[in-house]
């Protein structure tokens, strides 16, 4: 007979739960805490000499992996004990794997290497391609914590790759932060004026807490400084620029930019500029690591900007861009009277000529040459606008949301007041606002392939910042050639490529909403125009997705099973719209005086 001892059963739950303890906590033995990293312990140990440095954190540069003999993706994963950071996936180009990452790592005082591994990135898994350890006492902090510094990689007793990395690490003993937060923009900050303070044989020592709201802006400024490429508006070429905020003497602060740096310490005028408070959306591109993009106001409209980075991580100027710009209204908000203006301002000119983003000249011209009989002056070069046109005097909202009268030659009024100064602002969100509501953004490849005759769309992007009179008052454009924009006036609407030769305008009498795109399927035979009405239905003008085709006596579309021919001299069958097809290269003008229903035509 079969008996239950009670203390065998006791015996045999222990053991099994020792067992099942043990290979969990082996599982997970990277995860447990060493007892150097409570603060009385290890003090004890670095008095009796087991450990030869304290903990610190420290930020690790990969630049990039060279001598790559395979091609395919890799990454770069960096360990310390029991903490561990990688780059991200990036594709390997002629043997050389440009990543240009941060990545931040603590060192525990009981670490005494750490180690790199270079990975190839496969379907299922990651291969090892080779690891090096570095010492943490003899290479890093003897070394003074080398920049730029080639590691070789080993696999079997064979050198397989060379990662570039530089290793950086901030003194924090004379730092007071007080109520202070330790941000991305901060820490570069602080990285900057360390390295200041090391090349002048000098210790670190910044008192955030004193200083006042004006000084942590202009200390803070410094990480937005640095070379950077910019796209052109024309071909999608990159070009170099470098880059540095300045405050200027009416308390504005804005995002300057010349040819080089020689040119911008030698006090060379600059190229152009834009002010940070007319910048709306700051966001990284998701699928290139090297790309960020902005979003710019200014009288003209909005303008898309894309920029990648030369020096260092992209991260470092998206994110301090972000920030900078919150801290700057933030102070604003505080400080009315900082500034006697606010909100965005078109790009500075240099030497008579306007330097328009992307460093092209434009004509400088006058409010009087510039407007005449309430038309806007489409003669700016390298740069696509939308401006305002009245007719009868009529009042409409501008772009940026602000009034103009009708009649022609009003010249651009500037906030003065405090009232006018908040209100300009209110007009732009704030890039921390924009974000919330912004959608994915597409690659800066396939921008590039949208661009055509200079003018970029960007189809994806379905909000719309700004606008304090959006959808009170029609707006109309002139499209002239550079960057694409889209009206601030307008929260959800859709902008399909305006061909750069053609203008279009909306009366405010019978739209508000209302848009006109002519997409890039017309080179290929089809045609998208759109006019909405107003605000509560109404009429609507449409021609969706029509076939279209020109011929030598008129040009010819189909809708809904419908044919409607339009000749080029008479213009259109009816008498309330007119079309006027001089060329393909020469002007498109349409003057709409009432809203036409396609079945009417």
């Known amino acids: 007979m079969f008996v239950l001892d009670p203390a065998s059963m006791v015996c045999c739950a222990t053991a099994c739960c020792c067992s099942v303890g043990g290979l969990c906590a082996y599982k997970h033995r990277r995860s447990i805490p060493h007892p150097s990293e409570f603060e009385y312990i290890g003090r004890a140990y670095r008095f009796c000499g087991c450990h030869s440095h304290q903990k610190f954190d420290m930020l690790v540069e990969v630049h990039d992996i060279q001598n790559v003999t395979s091609s395919g993706k890799y990454f770069v994963e960096i360990q310390a004990g029991r903490f561990d950071a990688r780059t991200g996936v990036c594709a390997e180009k002629k043997g050389r794997v440009d990543i240009q990452e941060r990545l931040s790592l603590h060192v525990r005082q009981c670490d005494d290497e750490v180690i790199v591994r270079v990975k190839n990135q496969g379907v299922v898994s990651a291969d090892l391609v080779g690891e090096v350890s570095i010492s943490v006492k003899s290479e890093l902090i003897d070394g003074c914590f080398p920049k730029r510094q080639a590691f070789f990689c080993q696999k079997d007793g064979k050198n397989t790759c060379k990662v570039i990395l530089s290793f950086h690490r901030l003194d924090t003993a004379n730092v007071k932060l007080g109520e202070f937060q330790m941000s991305p923009l901060l820490h570069q900050a602080l990285l900057h004026a360390q390295y200041e303070a090391e090349a002048k044989g000098e210790t670190l020592n910044v008192d955030l807490l004193n200083m006042t709201d004006i000084e942590r802006l202009r200390f803070l400024s410094k990480v937005l400084e640095g ?294 399927e017309e080179e290929e035979g089809y045609f998208n125009h759109r006019d909405g009405g107003n605000r509560g239905g109404g009429s609507a003008y449409e021609r969706d997705a029509s076939q279209y085709e020109e011929t030598e006596g008129g040009s010819s579309y189909y809708h809904n099973g419908r044919s409607v021919h339009t000749d080029h001299q008479r213009g259109a069958s009816s008498s309330n719209s007119h079309y006027s097809y001089k060329s393909r290269e020469e002007r498109y003008e349409h003057e709409e005086e009432e809203p036409l229903l396609l079945d009417q035509a």
């Open 227 to 520: 070379p950077l490429k910019q796209m052109s508006s024309i071909g999608g070429a990159w070009k170099n620029f470098y880059f540095r905020a300045v405050e200027r003497k009416n308390g504005k602060w804005e995002w300057q930019y010349w040819d080089s740096k020689d040119d911008c310490m030698s006090g060379v005028r600059k190229r152009g500029s834009y002010s940070f408070m007319a910048i709306s959306l700051v966001l990284p591109d998701k699928y290139d690591r090297h790309c960020f993009y902005l979003r710019y106001h200014d009288m003209m409209g909005v303008h898309d900007l894309f920029f990648k980075r030369v020096d260092r991580d992209r991260n470092l100027w998206s994110d301090g861009l972000f920030e900078f710009i919150e801290k700057l209204r933030e102070y604003l908000e505080k400080h009315p009277d900082a500034t006697s203006s606010g909100g965005g301002v078109p790009p500075s000119s240099s030497r008579g000529g306007a330097k328009g983003k992307d460093g092209d000249s434009q004509l400088q011209k006058s409010s009087k040459n510039g407007r005449k009989d309430g038309v806007a002056d489409d003669s700016r070069a390298g740069s696509s606008s939308s401006r305002i046109s009245t007719r009868d005097g009529d009042e409409i909202r501008s772009p940026r949301g602000g009034k103009r009268g009708g009649g022609g030659g009003g010249s651009r009024s500037r906030a003065g007041s405090t009232s006018d100064l908040l209100g300009e602002k209110r007009r732009i969100l704030s890039p921390r606002q924009t974000a919330a509501d912004e959608s994915i953004r597409p690659r800066a490849s396939v921008l590039k392939g949208r661009m055509a005759h200079g003018v970029m769309y960007d189809e994806d992007a379905g909000h719309l910042a700004g606008g304090g009179g959006g959808g009170e008052q029609g707006s109309s454009y002139a499209s002239s050639g550079g960057v694409g924009m889209r009206s601030p006036s307008s929260s959800s609407q859709h902008l399909q490529g305006p061909s750069p030769s053609r203008s279009r305008q909306n009366t405010p009498d019978h739209s508000s909403r209302g848009r006109s795109g002519y997409a890039e």
